[in-house]
Nanobody
Framework: QVQLVESGGGLVQAGGSLRLSCVAS????????MGWFRQAPGKEREFVAAITWDGSFIAYGDSVTGRFTVSRDNAKNTVTLQMNSLKPEDTAVYYCAANPRARASDSPGAYAYWGQGTQVSVSS
């Protein structure tokens, strides 16, 4: 069992940056792939980024490629999402998730554990 807690969300102007963190408690974090997803009001949950347990493979959603960077520190049980050049369309609740099968999947169904989410709002 893994518990995930996100932080770092907030309100930022377009073009600005935010850094989201997700801290895991419980056993097995270093063996899990981790993903970031987001959900805006009235929209489906969208894949943002994923990273394998050792960071050897990273994937990004098309809408964030080149602007967002995912990383992890297994010693600190933390995964981070650095978000640059933010746009109003990035406004959403951002969730981190853990996949015990260690696949850096873009499908929400692959992830067994989810955090409560953190709100990111980007003003124009």
């Amino acid at each position: 069992q893994v518990q995930l807690v996100e932080s770092g969300g907030g309100l930022v102007q377009a073009g600005g940056s935010l850094r989201l963190s997700c801290v895991a408690s419980g056993r097995g974090f270093s063996n899990y792939a981790m993903g970031w997803f987001r959900q805006a009001p009235g929209k489906e949950r969208e894949f943002v980024a994923a990273i394998t347990w050792d960071g050897s493979f990273i994937a990004y959603g098309d809408s964030v490629t080149g602007r967002f960077t995912v990383s992890r520190d297994n010693a600190k049980n933390t995964v981070t999402l650095q978000m640059n050049s933010l746009k109003p369309e990035d406004t959403a609740v951002y969730y981190c998730a853990a996949n015990p099968r260690a696949r850096a999947s873009d499908s929400p169904g692959a992830y067994a554990y989810w955090g409560q989410g953190t709100q990111v709002s980007v003003s124009s």
